[in-house]
């Protein structure tokens, strides 16, 4: 009978016959199921790869028939763990003296940061992109071998899709043994990559089976991996993920999961009548550059945010609340049944385009009617400063008379 002996638990099985030393031949794979995971056997063993970089299995399963000799051999599901490599990077701590050495084997798992806070890039205009910023966290696991020392295993479960490894030790992707009276620090930082699903579903479980002992004494460390959005309320333009706004636009900060959306603390101020209300702001009412920190739980990131106003040949400008009603106002204002006249509306492309100007009111100045022919020569039917463009004409007297819309 041939019988796989667990040698590795991390990706290799060694088979051998009773009374004999380990087979030198190698297993010849019948059939298998599609995996992602490569094999090579030879030598009596068979090893398991996931490789590096992007993997994200969980577990590779080549439980296929092999065969030796005409014996088969079904090997069970394998734990693949992914990870990738940096050549600055301290791979592997070194063990160091416990400072109790009659104390029993113990280990924790733990993270510096319960939530890892991080925002990805984003285009504030044409050709400015702005990279992706997130907190950090470390993961720290503390094994301590005992009299007879211990096994130390960890179990990422989905930390690989999550999280990105920044720097630190390479986390045990196999069974390691932590020598008698030494202790074994393994410290990982770690950055956010995807959005968790739920708070706290990043595990990372550690167990330690002590030498001749049978059961592991395990502990679990838990993370959220939360990812900030920057959202413009006004939907032109259609990029509503910048930093950059018009003066007076509204915007919201959000954050994924959901359920961390209560956790938010800003703090902050907006310059020249800006309101931060909650997860809510409101810009300045003038051009302005200014900073907000973001709080979720423990982690934290500084947004940098700036008002923008109309550029060329702009004298001045006012901004105030405008909404959908104004807007009516202006376009549907009928003339006096009692004048002569003409009306409409005339459509000012107000530049640039990569923020909302919809709560700027503008005018142009008065001027003196040109181009004059008709009845309306006769200046004791219409005197000049009727029809001049100015307070008479319907002109520059107050912000009421039209008002900016990027369109």
Known sequence: MVTPIPYDPGGTFIWSREGEDQHSG???????????????????????????????CHGCSLDGTFHLEQMELTLPTIWCGCWYEDPDEDPEPTPEPHSDMASRPSVTATFSKSVVLFE??????????????????????????????AYLQVYPGILDAKLIRTGGHNLPRRKVKIPENSDVVYEIAYQGKVASGAAKDIKVRATLTAINEISPLPSTAEATSAQLQMEAVSTFPTNRARHVFGPLEESRIKVFPEALMSRIEITGEIPHEGKVESTKLTSSTKAATFNLDV???????????????????????????????????????????????????????????????????????????????????????FPPESIAHGVMAGGSSSYSSASAKNA
Not at 122 to 149: D, F, W
Request: charged share 15%.
């Open 26 to 56: 190698a297993p010849m794979l019948q059939s298998a199921p599609p995996s992602g995971c490569g094999y090579s056997a030879n030598g009596g063993s068979v090893a398991f790869d996931c490789g590096s970089g992007t993997c994200t």
């Open 120 to 149: 990805d890039a984003y285009t504030n205009a044409p050709g400015e992109v702005v990279q992706r910023q997130s907190s950090e966290t470390i993961l720290t696991i503390s094994a301590y071998g005992g009299a007879n020392g």
């Open 295 to 381: 709080k979720c739980e423990d982690a934290e990131l500084t947004l940098a945010m700036s008002v923008i106003e109309p550029e060329g040949g702009v004298q001045g400008i006012q901004a105030e609340p405008f909404t959908d009603a104004d807007w009516d106002e202006i376009e549907e204002t009928p003339l006096m049944s009692s004048e002569a006249g003409v009306t409409g509306n005339i459509w000012v492309r107000v530049l640039p385009q990569h923020v909302s100007f919809q709560h700027i009111r503008m005018l142009e100045g008065t001027a003196p009617a040109v181009a004059i022919w008709g009845c309306c020569t006769n200046q004791t039917l």
